[in-house]
């Protein structure tokens, strides 16, 4: 069985003429274009659960953006924030009562210029995540 199956599938020294991929499923997600706001929770910007992929416009080291509740995101929610304002950090803040780890309650963290930034839900209490470093040019 074995040899017949080499024999069938030997493509070696073969020239595939019109190579394609069928059946495969585009993954994609939603984005949204929000403008950093505000110093603190409160006033910054409340990003969407339901566009995931998100743009941060306007940074200018005081101003930031506003997680998703995470009673309503639940567990499993994942945002993908870009911090796409070059020179300028922006903070990041979970929704009143919720937490991003290590930090406490409510507490902001601080996005670098230029960055990206992965967080999850693993449980619906808590964000976890990590920030990719900036692609040099």
Sequence with gaps: LLEAVDRDLNLANTTLTSPAISGATKLGLAVQTVAAAGGNQGAAT?????????????????????????????????????????????????????????LSDNAAYVMAASTTSVLFSADGVKWIGFEGAVIAA
Excluded: C, E, F, H
């Design 46 to 102: 409340g990003i969407a659960a339901t566009a995931p992929v998100v743009l941060v416009t306007g940074a200018d080291s005081s101003k930031g953006v506003r997680l998703p509740l995470l009673s309503t995101a639940g567990a499993g929610a994942m945002v993908i924030i870009t911090n796409v304002t070059a020179g300028q950090t922006l903070k990041v803040y979970p929704a009143s009562g919720d937490q991003v780890l290590p």
